[in-house]
């Protein structure tokens, strides 16, 4: 998968595993990711799906504080949370919404299957032990839409490797990016549309 990393991404890092900050950044996290994804479904079906992506996304935060623990760059903690958000989008028909084509699920899935099947996610099941005990709100499926899918959204040809492009524009192959120095963790973004640009 392509994602982006600047230091924003890194301020969310640092805010998500700092006590005291992370619950306001979690918050302004999951309400960006919300609207950013919301932006690509047609216009009469954002508030219906509005509630289950602000649960799924709440959940992936704690995915992705996990994969950090586990050792994986922030890049590929970052892709492991899109990836997780891709078999939800997929299972509901949501293709619109997707990042990467339907056929490239299953290779994403494989690149971090030892993750994956530590805490229980399969395509079909994409928070596995990361759902919460009250579960997910629920949203409309459109499963018919898989039929007939564009993935009108989706940029395919990056399913061997998370594929970071950093601020200055340079594509970094295999996510190993250095983290600077000196971040401040209230750089993190909120919800606008400024901030919004290229939050993947």
């Not at 602000?54 to 995915?63: L, N």
């Not at 950090?68 to 922030?74: D, K, Q, R, T, V």
């Not at 492009?165 to 190993?176: K, Q």
Request: hydrophobic share 35%.
């Amino acid at each position: 998968m392509k994602i982006y990393q600047n230091p924003r991404h890194w301020a969310s890092k640092k805010a998500l595993t700092t006590p005291g900050i992370r619950d306001v950044a979690r918050y302004g996290l999951v309400k960006m990711h919300t609207k950013i994804f919301l932006g690509k479904a047609d216009e009469g079906q954002r508030e219906e799906r509005r509630d289950h992506l602000d649960d799924f996304f709440d959940a992936t935060m704690d995915s992705y504080v996990a994969a950090l623990e586990s050792g994986y760059s922030e890049a590929e903690a970052r892709e492991i949370t899109h990836i997780q958000a891709n078999f939800d989008f997929f299972n509901h028909g949501w293709t619109e919404m997707m990042e990467i084509p339907g056929d490239e699920l299953e290779a994403h899935y494989r690149r971090y299957e030892a993750f994956f099947e530590r805490y229980e996610v399969t395509i079909d099941d994409p928070l596995g032990v990361f759902a919460p005990a009250e579960g997910v709100a629920d949203a409309p499926a459109i499963p018919e839409a898989l039929e007939t899918a564009e993935y009108e959204n989706a940029i395919e040809g990056f399913d061997d490797d998370v594929y970071v492009e950093t601020g200055d524009g340079r594509t970094v192959v295999g996510g190993d990016t250095e983290e600077p120095d000196s971040i401040d963790p209230r750089q993190s973004p909120v919800v606008d549309d400024e901030e919004s640009k290229g939050a993947s």
